[in-house]
């Protein structure tokens, strides 16, 4: 497998990396705080988990909530961290918060392809 974690997102570059990307395969922003608890617990596993997979089957993109790229985590309404967004031709179609197991989030990836 080779996909790799994290493809990093900024303010500037989001509508490029998750938007428009959204539209050729899935895309999953994992929205995280460096100060995070729960953040430095999920990725490893968001790393683990996306191994598994091939890179045209999806892209996990990661935003550090820091600065300007607030302004992203507010348009769509994140109130803590972790917040992991699914998004699918430019739309938002599913999320969770805080760290999950590693079956948690292979089947979350899973259910979200399926929509795909």
């Given at each position: 497998m080779n996909n790799t974690y994290p493809v990093e997102v900024s303010f500037e570059s989001f509508e490029a990396l998750?938007?428009?990307q959204s539209h050729k395969q899935l895309v999953v922003l994992d929205i995280s705080a460096e100060w995070c608890g729960?953040?430095?617990i999920l990725e490893p596993i968001l790393n683990s988990v996306t191994a598994e997979y091939n890179e045209d089957e999806f892209?996990?993109?990661?935003?550090?909530?820091?600065d300007e790229?607030?302004?992203?985590a507010g348009q769509f309404s994140v109130c803590?961290?972790?917040?992991?967004?699914a998004f699918i031709r430019g739309e938002e179609v599913d999320r969770f918060h805080s760290a999950q197991s590693h079956d948690?989030?292979?089947?979350f990836?899973?259910?979200?392809?399926?929509?795909f």
């Open positions: 998750v938007i428009d729960p953040c430095k892209t996990l993109t990661k935003l550090e909530a820091e790229n607030m302004k992203i803590g961290f972790p917040t992991v967004i948690f989030v292979r089947n990836i899973d259910q979200n392809l399926e929509k």
